[in-house]
């Protein structure tokens, strides 16, 4: 698979994951564009990796986690203006400003298990740590969000 | 009871938010190829550079009198209308230090600027988790910061400047300039020193508006250039919620273009273009122009207000210079 291949097919996924973790549009293009740059830097081994998908998401979550990116200054929007305009969160949903003050390790546990669908293996995986930590993240973030766990959910 | 369905249904909802731009992809190609030039030009200079860069230790704050109570000053209302427009800037950094200025945006009420150090600025992409890389500078036009809160950290200086310096997270240094603007500059956590070291090598010059890769020759009545952004090979400038118009580097931007499903393209003045409307009930059109190595966007937000006969006469009195080359780059007006 082509670089190009797999970029233009896989940007809507990259995207949305991106604004889920940040919560600000222009960051998350401006971080999709430089994870992608890198992808394309290393393709030859993202591309015989069992998932590529999977190996740039990897990147674009360190990406996340990395300060710098949390400090990006606001800048000028680049191009949306070429695009139908999502409108802006909701100031009201609650629910989503308390993802917001989430810390980032905790918010992109979230975001993994409960929009990505992964496993807490798979995030430990991504994350770099270990499936116990994953789930001391989780009940943390869970608790902050005051989300209320059926019983099944408790058991899985 | 917020439950877990809830979760779900917000990322579900949000996820929407996201802007799926399809020039991100020649964007990160043209980046990465840029990256792989400069990585192969500077390998071998890049650990005599760093070890220079570790020579050059900071000038550490000289701490004044701490008992004496900060003066907490207000925020005034009304800015300094003769301070700047909002597309200019005055940002820069001295003579031979080791930073540069890697990305600013200049508008109306503030200037940014992402401020890092040459070594990793210039030889990896890995330049935003390197040590000791930078910080950045948030400048606001007088009037516009309250520096309350940056008043009540610690007093030092710096060569010719007196700063105060907050230990918070982010570290946080802050001055007042003569013409009452405030330049405040953060970096990361525990990095206090770094930021201090940017602090020291920023400089304000007389403001303008900085060269952009195009010069308009012609701009439609009534619109007023009122920020300006670059960060690498790229700009951008804006005209109010009329107008905005980009460069981006692209070593092939009528490939990339032509991948596309957009109409068959027009030459204007010599360059391929590409115009389309936006789609559905929006107002908006886009001229797309393949000029030399960059690929520009005139994205007006209304075709009623900015038609595409102004949009194609901007072009043809348009001028480019190489959008990988900032220094072949001009005013653009």
Partial sequence: ?156 | MTTVSDLRRALDDHSADAIVDFAVVAGARSRGLRLRRRRRLLSVGTAGALALAAGLLPVLPVLRDRSAPPVVVGPAVVASPAYRTPAQLGITVIDGSDYVITEFTAQAGQQTAEIRHKATATTAEESARSVNNGADLVVYDPGLFDPSALLQGKQGVLPGRPVMYSLADPPMVGWQEPSGAWAVATGPRGALKQVLRVAADVQMTTPSVPPMPFRFGWVPGGLTLDRASTRWASAQVGFGNALTVSAQQSDDPAGVISGKTLPSPVTIAGHQTWYFADADDNPGGTLMVAAGDCLVQLAARDRSTVPLADVRRMVEAMEFATCADPATWGPPL
């Fill in chain 1, 1 to 156: 698979m082509e670089f190009e291949e797999f970029a233009t097919a896989r940007l809507p996924a990259l995207s949305r994951y991106a604004v889920l973790l940040c919560g600000d549009r222009e960051q998350a293009r401006d971080m999709v564009q430089e994870v992608l740059a890198r992808a394309f830097l290393k393709w030859r081994r993202i591309a015989t990796a069992d998932d590529p998908y999977a190996y740039v998401r990897r990147m674009l979550t360190n990406e996340y986690l990395s300060w710098l990116r949390r400090r990006r200054l606001p800048t000028v929007p680049v191009d949306h203006d070429t695009l139908p305009a999502p409108q802006p969160p909701d100031s009201s949903d609650e629910l989503w400003k308390l993802l917001g003050s989430l810390p980032r390790q905790q918010r992109a546990v979230i975001v993994l298990r409960y929009y990505e669908g992964l496993t807490d293996q798979q995030i430990a995986d991504v994350l770099g740590c270990r499936s116990g930590t994953v789930r001391g993240y989780a009940s943390r973030a869970l608790s902050a969000l005051r989300i209320e766990l059926t019983e099944v959910e408790v058991l899985s």
